[in-house]
């Protein structure tokens, strides 16, 4: 089991254009969550999938964002129009059930840089 | 605003000290874990506290869950210079969101 994937790592794009990232869960995890984290921050809940459905979107994620688990498997965030204030470090995590025990297992992140 | 205070922000201490964090809410929380972060990578699991008043202990970091399940406590035992880094605290308040503390930020000096 290699873990949580995400890619890229790093993204820097101007503002106004659109961006999208990808999380690779653990295999067997069927849940999936993304969160945001901002210097000096916690991590902050933005939205969670059980298999491919979204069962609930924090109202941080604006119009703009989307995300989607099309097979249940890996998931997209999509940032369209980036703003200076989508700068931030993008984390996806999975589970195999509630936090519980085993919590979430978090990939590496994707960090945005909107210039 | 977080949910989850977490104090203090910053703790630089000498290596073989011992070190309190502190995370401190007035909601309940199911469950309450602790995370590691290290810069440019994602949290890791440390440990969750489930029952009012539980004491975990992993090796030299020992983390108690307060009675009332609304705060915790990690403490560090003769810190070593792999010891630092973020120290998240996060509480479950359903079964699948966690709600994050800001961090403390933990540097050990050789």
């Known amino acids: 089991d290699t873990g949580v994937s995400q890619n890229p790592r790093h993204k820097i794009t101007k503002r106004g254009q659109n961006v999208t990232f990808r999380c690779d869960p653990i295999s067997e995890h069927n849940r999936l969550y993304w969160y945001r984290q901002t210097l000096g921050q916690g991590p902050e809940f933005l939205t969670y999938?059980?298999?491919?459905?979204?069962?609930?979107k924090s109202r941080l994620l604006s119009d703009r964002f989307s995300a989607e688990r099309p097979k249940g498997s890996f998931s997209t965030l999509e940032i369209q129009r980036t703003e200076q204030g989508d700068s931030a470090m993008y984390l996806c995590?999975?589970?195999?059930?509630?936090?519980?025990?085993?919590?979430?297992?978090f990939g590496s992140g994707t960090r945005l840089t909107v210039v | 605003t977080q949910l989850l205070e977490q104090s203090p922000q910053f703790l630089s201490i000498q290596e073989g000290e011992n070190l309190t964090v502190y995370c401190n809410s007035s909601s309940v929380f199911s469950s309450l874990q602790w995370y590691r972060q290290e810069p440019g990578e994602g949290p890791v699991l440390l440990v969750t506290v489930v029952t009012g008043g539980e004491v975990k202990k992993l090796k030299r970091l020992t983390f108690q869950f307060g009675d009332a399940r609304k705060d915790s406590s990690l403490h560090i035992t003769a810190a070593q210079p792999g010891d630092t880094g973020l120290y998240l605290c996060a509480g479950a308040s359903n079964d699948y969101k966690l709600s994050f503390g800001a961090g403390t930020t933990v540097t050990v000096r050789a």
């Open positions: 995590a999975s589970s195999l059930d509630g936090p519980g025990d085993r919590g979430y297992t």
């Open positions: 999938f059980q298999n491919e459905a979204q069962l609930e």
